[in-house]
């Protein structure tokens, strides 16, 4: 269950102009990452110079959330058919019961229907780009009224399918961005920034263990994962210049990110090559990696879920991109009319809602994050535009 106390409404931040001036390009979202790049995992020594994690600097205070839409509100909004409720179909790209980034959205799902008295959402998940079109065509033709499509790199159908489909409310949880398109709504997040904050928080962990050596274990190179890499890299060296972190991919084919039995042996050879910390970024391998580190002593970070401190897994940490606290939001910010369909909403990073979260922290540790942070919050200008090359090289532009 995610944590509702995590939950803000917050403001949209300047990041995607910042990032296209950086990247010298036009276009405020990166392209839509259906295809794999076509680089080699970057280089550890690509990582800028290391400067001063910015422990001084306050992170950016958290906002309440306003108050949930009525149930009627929300019939009046979404209830395309005119059966009196809302039906919720949702479109995963992994497993619906990974524990992770799938999960998250499917449980929002479930409990939004609950709690407004609304049938249960129908979700189809497993989805791999090739069948995208079958399935969410199907699922669109199942008398949905809001069909929740949770990852870019199964949206490229959707153009013709929001044209085949105009009556329901098409919603899009791309986190690295899509076509803008006149009956799609979607929500962003920018990577580059989610990960500095996760490289510092590592590099905290990292500097009270002793240790410097870490593990990425991601899939299969596609330009988001590089993205994500590259600025954790960026994170951790600017804590200590001497700290490493390898790339490993594990997928057997494109968007494999639940391969358990790959995930858990880079694990182990990561281990025997001295790593101390691995950074899970999974979708149904992640559980298997986060039980195993726990298990050898290994510091782990999970990928997504908002509730990473409150599981089973003795995880140390988590960067928090969660799929259900983003649609929660969004979902209030189309009845208030600040999110419609043909735009899209870039959420900020700032505490509370993503980015880096450290289980049982130090003070020091932090410190050190809540200045990553702050850093974010004050626009500092190296730092974007550091980050805004990051993500121009990953997506190529």
């Known amino acids: 269950m995610k944590s509702r106390k995590l939950i803000r409404v917050l403001a949209v931040p300047m990041a995607l102009a910042l990032v296209a001036a950086a990247c010298g390009d036009d276009d405020d979202e990166p392209a839509a990452t259906d295809a794999p790049a076509e680089t080699d995992a970057p280089a550890e020594t690509d990582a800028p110079a290391a400067t001063d994690a910015p422990a001084a600097t306050d992170a950016p ?5 306003p108050p949930e839409p009525e149930t009627d509100v929300l019939i009046t909004t979404f209830d395309a058919n005119g059966d009196g409720t809302v039906t919720i179909g949702v479109a995963a790209a992994g497993p619906r019961d990974d524990n ?9 799902a479930e409990e939004f229907s609950a709690e407004n008295g609304f049938a249960d959402p129908i ?18 033709q199942q008398g949905v009224d809001i069909l929740m499509v949770g990852a870019s790199e199964i949206a490229e159908p959707l153009p013709d399918l929001t044209e085949e489909f105009p009556d329901i409310f098409w919603y899009c949880n791309c986190g690295a961005g899509f076509q803008e398109l006149p009956g799609l709504a979607q929500a962003t997040d920018w990577g580059a920034a989610i990960h500095y904050t996760a490289g510092v928080g590592m590099g905290a962990v990292l500097q009270e263990q002793g240790g410097s050596s870490a593990v990425f274990i991601g899939c299969c190179d596609i330009n988001f994962e590089q993205e994500a890499y590259e600025a954790t890299l ?18 057997d084919f494109e968007f494999d990110f639940d391969n358990s039995a790959n995930a858990t042996a880079a694990l182990t050879n990561a281990q025997a090559n001295g790593a101390t910390l691995a950074y899970a970024y999974l979708g149904g391998a992640l559980d298997p990696v986060g039980q195993q580190g726990s298990d050898e002593g290994i510091a782990v970070f999970a990928a997504g879920p908002a509730d990473v401190c409150d599981r089973a897994i003795a995880w140390t940490g988590g960067i ?8 929660e939001q969004a979902l209030r910010l189309i009845v208030d009319g600040q999110l419609e369909e043909g735009s899209t909403f870039q959420f900020p990073t700032e505490p509370g809602l993503n980015g880096v979260v450290l289980c049982d922290a130090s003070a020091e540790s932090t410190a050190l994050v809540d200045g990553s942070f702050g850093l974010l919050a004050s626009f500092d200008e190296d730092l974007y535009n550091d980050l805004g090359a990051i993500s121009g090289a990953a997506y190529g532009g």
Do not use: R
């Not at 205070?61 to 959330?65: M, R, V």
């Not at 991109?321 to 649609?327: N, P, S």
């Open 61 to 65: 205070a958290e906002t309440e959330a």
């Open 100 to 108: 992770g980034y799938y999960q998250s959205l499917v449980n929002f």
């Open 234 to 251: 960026y994170g951790l060296k600017s804590v200590d210049e001497s700290f490493t972190m390898e790339y490993v991919g594990t997928g």
């Open 123 to 140: 979700v189809s998940d497993n989805i791999g780009p090739a069948e995208a079109a079958q399935s969410l065509s199907d699922l669109a």
């Open 320 to 327: 928090v991109f969660d799929g259900g606290v983003y649609a």
